[in-house]
């Protein structure tokens, strides 16, 4: 029975998933997704992914992705030569993921398990992977990281990398704001596994003018030492941790786009703020027996940030917590 062995309560997991297959209809039709310029060939993967994780992905790596959401992301690896594996607790998202698969003519290279994902280990059968892949707005759906991260460091072969680029834990705790320069701290920044945010849908962030009437969704706030503290536990090894001053989707409505797609925070004289953090990235290593990285990078690329990241560093200080 699916959600049997999840730390996901019914309740939540019953309104979340009715959300997601209901986003993942709406989200084939958006402009964000762009899904006839991915038949096209064009890559859903950010730069950022691409610059950090793509010298790890050659032909016939595996990669494990984990929410996969209707798999472009998944399929974009597939499409740089890996042999992909894609979970999502959504019926709807997997159907189009696996017809999206045959579409563009990667099947062959790309599955994909419809499975909640405390419950993928039954799924995956103790198969290990080269790469597991989390991606932007992942996690605030589970309530509980150490049980996700003893999954994914269960699914890496020694040597293995674990990647995430996901929005910024600060980036939650932020209230809706007319000005740059009024940034207020309003929600919850530390983590509270038994009080999900339960908040009503208006749209979406791909179509925030999509009729989502009725719908609510249960969230969970991560912060950065429950994130890097939760895939320690599981035995994997910090690589980096980059934050970023951009999103991939607009936080406020005041931010901007640029070139590359990402979302700006402007500072009020026509430029951008690069000092407040909405993105971050990571890597993290599943030792080998000797304890050392076995799968080394295709170039060294992989060493180096990605395009504006800041170093590593780590988010302080408790927000507010009125929001509850
Ligand atoms: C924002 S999407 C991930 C984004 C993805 N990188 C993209 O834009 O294509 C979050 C995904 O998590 C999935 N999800 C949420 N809770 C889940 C759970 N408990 N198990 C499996 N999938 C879940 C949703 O169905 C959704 O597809």
């Known amino acids: 029975m699916p959600g049997s062995g999840s730390p996901l309560p019914d309740e939540a997991r019953r309104a979340n998933l009715a959300l997601w297959d209901e986003w993942a209809r709406i989200h084939e039709g958006t402009e964000f997704y762009d899904v006839e310029g991915f038949k096209a060939g064009r890559s859903s993967l950010w730069p950022l992914e691409t610059e950090e994780l793509g010298p790890y992905v050659t032909d016939g790596t595996t990669l494990l992705h984990l929410q996969c959401h209707f798999g472009l992301d998944t399929l974009s690896w597939a499409r740089r030569g890996a042999e992909v594996v894609g979970v999502d607790f959504s019926g709807t998202a997997i159907a189009l993921a696996r017809r999206l698969a045959d579409e563009v003519g990667l099947a062959g290279r790309a599955t994909f398990i419809e499975s909640d994902v405390y419950d993928a280990a039954r799924h995956l059968g103790g198969r290990r992977f080269d790469i597991v892949f989390v991606s932007w707005g992942a996690i605030e759906w589970l309530p509980d990281l150490e049980v996700w991260a003893r999954l994914c460091a269960a699914h890496l072969k020694p040597g293995g990398r674990f990647y995430m680029a996901e929005l910024h834990p600060l980036a939650y705790c932020l209230d809706e704001t007319t000005g740059p320069a009024e940034l207020r701290l309003r929600y919850r920044y530390l983590p509270a596994p038994d009080h999900p945010v339960v908040d009503p849908i208006e ?122």
């Open 203 to 324: 749209g979406s962030y791909a179509d925030p003018s999509a009729d989502t009437t009725g719908h609510v969704s249960y969230s969970w706030s991560h912060s950065f030492a429950e994130v890097v503290g939760a895939l320690l536990g599981a035995g994997l090894r910090l690589e980096f941790l980059h934050e970023a001053p951009f999103s991939v989707s607009p936080v406020f409505e005041l931010m901007e786009k640029d070139e590359q797609r990402w979302w700006w925070l402007p500072d009020g004289s026509g430029g951008r703020r690069a000092d407040v953090p909405f993105s971050y990235s990571l890597m993290a290593v599943m030792p080998d027996r000797a304890g050392a990285p076995a799968f080394a990078p295709a170039s060294d690329e992989a060493t180096e940030t990605g395009a504006g990241a800041a170093d590593a560093s780590a988010a302080r200080g408790p927000c507010t917590e009125d929001e509850e």
